[in-house]
């Protein structure tokens, strides 16, 4: 699975590159967007540590690379950021073709196993077992070190994925997240689709759910949220609260911090992206 290098950006001393690979996870070509700091590019330098980024509803390997601005403290911080693609392309599904409506902007971060999006809808087996692998073997990213972030579907997607996978990521943060999927149209739209009628399957892949089943706190060093109280879609399809009170219910810290005058969109997340690296770094680099 060679990378193809589609563009590559001076950036803050680094580079941002975009790649296509052929996904064995998804059977269709993927892109994704990795940005390298200074620190990845010196002679003779040590892998750095990489946070993904997985981005929400309508967007892309692109969105959060050229419009979150966080380059700037990944090179100072020594941090990779990984933004890959949130859904498949071109696999021929219904609404493929539509701002959402299953395809192409709304993968959700799960394996599908309904038809027709069971075929390459395989999003989780994509992020969590695929990319790392492939990076790791032709980009100086230590994939040991791996932390992830969110926003929107993709907060949903960094939660749940960090909560279903222990152990694989170092810190989780997320920015306005779907936090309780099962409980919100957004969520039911996509889980009946791609998990069917039967809501019992839906739980394995919502936040507040997988959290609540916990056995011992996943995260004792803390997760962090931020949320907009002017964010339109905050009652209607994010519901932190859920999150919150299942945190609270096992003892897990949880950072949740509720911003006035703000909103879900991009200069949202650049209000906050700094903290969220800043807080992913700390993590990543205890133990080196």
């Not at 001393?13 to 590019?41: E, H, K, N, T, W």
């Not at 960090?162 to 943060?173: D, S």
Request: charged share 15%.
């Amino acid at each position: 699975m060679a990378l193809e290098l589609l563009a590559s950006h001076g950036c803050f001393g680094g580079q941002q590159r975009f790649y296509r690979f052929d996904s064995g996870a998804i059977g269709r070509p993927m892109r994704v967007g990795v940005y390298l700091p200074p620190q990845a590019l010196a002679p003779g330098a040590a892998p750095v540590p990489a946070v993904f980024f997985l981005a929400g509803l309508t967007c892309s390997e692109e969105t959060f690379a050229i419009k979150a601005g966080a380059q700037r403290v990944a090179a100072d911080l020594g941090l990779a950021l990984v933004t890959p693609d949130t859904s498949p392309r071109g696999a021929g599904v219904p609404g493929e073709d539509a701002d959402w409506d299953f395809g192409l902007a709304a993968g959700f971060y799960l394996n599908a196993t309904q038809a027709p999006w069971a075929t390459h809808y395989r999003m989780e087996d994509h992020i969590v077992h695929e990319l790392p692998g492939v990076l790791a073997q032709q980009l100086p990213l230590d994939v040991a070190r791996l932390g992830l972030c969110g926003h929107s579907m993709g907060g949903h997607g960094a939660l749940t994925l960090a909560l279903r996978h222990p152990g694989r990521f170092a810190a989780v943060t997320a920015l306005a997240p779907i936090c309780a999927p099962s409980q919100v149209p957004w969520g039911e739209k996509a889980f009946s689709g791609y998990l069917g009628p039967d809501r019992s399957a839906w739980t394995a892949h919502d936040a507040s759910a997988l959290m609540a089943a916990q056995e011992r706190v996943p995260y004792p060093d803390g997760i962090l949220i931020d949320q907009g109280l002017d964010d339109k879609f905050l009652a209607s399809q994010l519901r932190p609260e859920v999150f919150e009170a299942a945190c609270a219910a096992i003892g897990q810290p949880l950072t949740l911090r509720r911003h006035a005058g703000q909103d879900h969109g991009y200069f949202f997340i650049q209000s906050h992206i700094e903290d969220h690296l800043r807080w992913q770094a700390r993590a990543l680099n205890s133990g080196a």
